[in-house]
């Protein structure tokens, strides 16, 4: 223990909670909280699936993609807290960035930008929310505006507990904190959304597979915008898809077990 405890710098001394502080030395304190996390979600898809069979191979896949997502999130914050690697990458992207500017790219990048607005996603999911009341979709609609609304609760407490300064010398104004980006946050929770919401709804291969791929583009071009416009850093993006990502697939497991529970429920009166 002497040992080991000189190679992490701890100290040794009576009382001093060891094991939990040389995890947290080694991982590090975000990454120690998601392995935490992973390991409840984990408990928790098993005991379901297995006294009540809810999930489907396809419901494992999600739940891998949401593991892995909220430990890219964490490694970011991780890096940046630590001022590692991927700050390094972020300046000099930032640094570089402007080399790409000319009138025509700047007024299209702004545009797509403007998309991602709180302002445009908040008209656009009214549109859509319409759209699923009118077709009296309800589980989707309520989907819908838990992945909204909580993506805009954990991207304001996400900048609130990191409030890191936005890059200096943008191509347009903008103020509030920058990690993680809303624009990439809340833009992949919307198009994904859309995308799960109505990908049964086309039968056409092909119309599909363009449908995916034009939602998919949207939030990668808007997420690109603000690294294109110097507005948010490179990690700042990554972490705005990966915590939105998270969020989301969590989200259709907790779904998916709230709607079995209410059926069985149901057939049990």
Not at 188 to 195: E, G, T
Request: net charge positive; hydrophobic share 55%.
């Amino acid at each position: 223990m002497f040992i080991i405890n000189q190679i992490v710098g701890l100290p040794l001394q009576e009382g001093y909670n060891w094991s939990y502080d040389l995890v947290e030395k080694i991982m590090g304190k975000f990454i120690f909280i998601v392995f935490i996390i992973s390991l409840l979600l984990i408990c928790g898809y098993s005991y379901l699936n297995k006294r009540k069979h809810f999930f489907t191979r396809y419901h494992l896949y999600t739940l891998v993609i949401s593991i892995l997502s909220l430990y890219l999130f964490a490694k970011m914050a991780q890096d940046l807290m630590g001022k590692e690697l991927i700050t390094t990458w972020d300046l000099v992207i930032s640094s570089k960035v402007n080399l790409l500017w000319n009138p025509v790219l700047n007024q299209i990048f702004i545009f797509i930008t403007d998309l991602g607005s709180t302002i445009s996603l908040a008209s656009l999911s009214l549109i859509l929310l319409g759209i699923l009341i009118y077709k009296k979709r309800w589980y989707y609609s309520t989907l819908f505006v838990s992945g909204m609304l909580g993506g805009l609760g954990l991207r304001v407490l996400a900048k609130i507990i990191f409030h890191r300064a936005r890059p200096l010398d943008g191509l347009i104004a903008e103020t509030g904190y920058s990690f993680p980006s809303g624009h990439a946050m809340i833009s992949l929770i919307y198009f994904s959304l859309m995308l799960y919401i109505f990908k049964d709804d086309i039968k056409n291969i092909y119309l599909k597979w363009i449908f995916a791929l034009g939602c998919i583009m949207m939030f990668l071009l808007i997420g690109f915008s603000r690294i294109y416009l110097n507005v948010h850093w490179f990690s700042d993006v990554i972490a705005g898809f990966a915590l939105g990502l998270f969020w989301i697939t969590l989200l259709i497991l907790v779904y998916k077990v709230i709607t079995l529970l209410k059926t069985n429920k149901n057939l049990n009166k």
